[in-house]
T-cell receptor, first 114, second 113 residues
Framework: GAGVSQSPSNKVTEKGKDVELRCDPI?????LYWYRQSLGQGLEFLIY????????KSGLPSDRFSAERTGGSVSTLTIQRTQQEDSAVYLC????????????FGPGTRLTVL | LAKTTQPISMDSYEGQEVNITCSHN???????ITWYQQFPSQGPRFIIQ???TKVTNEVASLFIPADRKSSTLSLPRVSLSDTAVYYC??????????????FGKGTKLSVKP
């Protein structure tokens, strides 16, 4: 079956613009995660959705970052007023949920803020 | 969430066994231990998961001592294609109510000819 997909694969934007990144998880997966990975660095947790529960937003670096998950499926990560330090690869992962928490990752969106 | 500590980098040669140890001193009773592998320009990929003692699959083995405060990922007879970053994660609350696993900085394994 299809894996996790993300779009766009690459996004170049100007400082101050808003961007939206999309994640289509594996069908039936109840958990969805967003991570950020800067060049040569580890993964930085951003936000986690589990079913209909309130999302865990503890990793969002500022109030410019927000995410939604509509209908328990597709998720959108929005970055407002982008800054150059927002440049990174944004990875989405989904998981079947309890008790199997294995995360399946998408290919990522490479964001470049000029 | 339990914090993990693992070496930043390791070097090995083809054909050798590689053991990467991760410390997780404040692991909770219900936490899983999970390892992921990441190649450049790709998302991480699940390798192995365990709760206690030893787990083995076609790719690796995971050794977990009785106190569960550390774990060791063992890669038998590595090849050049095993060059990657390996992440140790603790969490997931096996059988519990939360499922989030947090990645640390990982161990960069370099396999040389």
């Amino acid at each position: 079956g299809a894996g996790v997909s993300q779009s766009p694969s690459n996004k170049v934007t100007e400082k101050g613009k808003d961007v939206e990144l999309r994640c289509d998880p594996i069908s039936g997966h109840t958990a969805l995660y967003w991570y950020r990975q800067s060049l040569g660095q580890g993964l930085e947790f951003l936000i986690y959705f589990q079913g209909n529960s309130a999302p865990d937003k503890s990793g969002l670096p500022s109030d410019r970052f927000s995410a939604e998950r509509t209908g328990g499926s597709v998720s959108t990560l929005t970055i407002q007023r982008t800054q150059q330090e927002d440049s990174a690869v944004y990875l989405c992962a989904s998981s079947p949920g309890r008790p199997n928490n294995e995360q399946f990752f998408g290919p990522g969106t490479r964001l470049t803020v000029l | 969430l339990a914090k993990t500590t693992q070496p930043i980098s390791m070097d090995s040669y083809e054909g050798q066994e590689v053991n990467i140890t991760c410390s997780h001193n404040n692991i909770a009773t219900n936490d899983y231990i999970t390892w992921y592998q990441q190649f450049p320009s790709q998302g991480p990929r699940f390798i192995i998961q365990g709760y206690k003692t030893k787990v083995t699959n076609e790719v690796a083995s995971l050794f977990i001592p009785a106190d569960r405060k550390s774990s060791t990922l063992s890669l038998p007879r590595v090849s050049l294609s095993d060059t990657a970053v390996y992440y140790c994660l603790v969490g997931g609350n096996y059988g519990g109510s939360q499922g989030n696993l947090i990645f640390g900085k990982g161990t960069k394994l370099s396999v040389k000819p």
